[in-house]
């Protein structure tokens, strides 16, 4: 029996197999899939992952890929801004960056098992996977569509709180991150990530309302955002919107990332809360089953739970996209505005007395304070 088996070899898999060993706990990483191997994100890699998993002591994840320094940010009302990250990015595709972390987790101790997991079960002395796996806490990492989450009684996210995006390379246009936004259809946008090699990741997603959305329209909507861009490798993949996460343990059983519906409302990003949900989770199991739930869900609640409340509510707000408007307009007048913007969508950042006045000076539109 191993002290603690993680579904799913993504970011929080590996995060939570890292965090795990670290503590002295036998680990069994399980996936489906062989690695290396492609997965449809949006590739970016901010700040703050990195120094979650360098708190795990993974450095070089991002060797080989330029950091990009600038992001600029269009409105659906048109209004843009483009302004230097706080901290610099780097998009790094995911079949190089996965690997590189399931590596990590093997080069310190975790075993990495091929295996697709269909059915699990809670016994007296822990749980069992497909009747062949056993494991003291089980971990679930298995993104978007988690068979764990669904063994646990959870089912997907409604309308409204999870998202289809398609992804694809292109040329790219210039070096700083793209994200434009549209009203139509909105909470909607399209974005380009430049690698650094001439190569950009680009896509386009949307909330889902109800009606399916197919990938000839999904690819229109990125043709009328970012004209002439051509991809290749187009891939479409769902994202489960933090504005409505299933409770996080339940027994011997914890979810992370995706599975958790960790992604965030405003800019999709999901990279940071796996890694940090996984190193989380995989620190809580790797100490015992006994009052595992109450350890995650305080460990969760003190990282993020600030953080989350801020996100819900401003994704709230932000359903008009006027207030985007404004908020873009404040970030072009006060760099510190459009910091803590950014610090909202990429990290765990929340938002200050400051910022929320003059997004809603703009909104109202009243001249702001001078500096």
Not at 31 to 47: N, T
Not at 167 to 186: D, F, H
Not at 217 to 234: A, C, F, H, I
Not at 311 to 324: C, D, F, N, Y
């Amino acid at each position: 029996m191993f002290d603690v088996a993680v579904v799913g070899a993504g970011p929080a898999g590996a995060a939570a197999a890292l965090a795990a060993r670290r503590a002295g706990a036998s680990v069994l990483l399980i996936d489906r899939a062989a690695f290396p191997r492609d997965k449809p994100c949006g590739d970016g890699i901010a700040a703050d992952a990195v120094d979650v998993l360098a708190g795990l002591g993974v450095t070089g994840l991002t060797d080989g890929y330029q950091p990009v320094a600038g992001l600029r940010l269009i409105a659906p009302g048109g209004t843009e801004v483009a302004r230097p990250l706080p901290r610099p990015a780097h998009t790094v595709p995911r079949r190089v960056f996965d690997a590189r972390l399931v590596l990590a987790a093997v080069a310190q101790g975790a075993e990495l098992c091929r295996h697709t997991v269909r059915t699990m079960r809670e016994d007296g002395e822990g749980v069992v996977l497909d009747d062949r796996i056993r494991a003291r806490v089980v971990i679930g990492a298995d993104g978007a569509g988690s068979v764990v989450r669904r063994a646990l009684g959870h089912p997907a996210n409604p309308d409204g709180h999870l998202a289809i995006a398609i992804r694809g390379y292109a040329s790219a246009v210039g070096t700083e991150q793209l994200i434009r936004t549209t009203s139509a259809r909105w909470p909607a946008y399209a974005w380009s990530f430049p690698l650094g090699d001439g190569t950009a990741n680009v896509g386009y997603g949307e909330t889902l309302r109800g009606a399916p959305l197919t990938k000839a329209y999904l690819m229109s909507r990125l043709g009328e955002l970012l004209p002439g861009t051509e991809p290749t490798g187009v891939r479409a993949h769902h994202l489960p919107l933090s504005t409505h996460r299933p409770p996080p343990a339940q027994g011997r059983v914890l979810l992370a990332g995706d599975a958790l519906s960790l992604i965030n409302p405003f800019t999709g990003e999901g990279i940071f809360y796996a890694v940090l949900s996984g190193a989380l989770a995989g620190a809580a199991a790797a100490t015992g089953a006994h009052r595992v739930v109450e350890r995650y869900r305080a460990a969760l609640r003190r990282r993020l739970g600030r953080h989350l409340r801020h996100s819900g509510v401003v994704a709230l707000l932000t359903r008009r996209p006027e207030v985007v408007d404004a908020a873009v307009r404040a970030a072009r007048r006060d760099g510190a505005v459009f910091d803590r913007m950014v610090e909202l969508g990429l990290g765990e950042g929340v938002f200050d007395l400051r910022t929320i006045g003059r997004i809603g000076a703009e909104l109202l539109h009243i001249a702001p304070p001078p500096s």
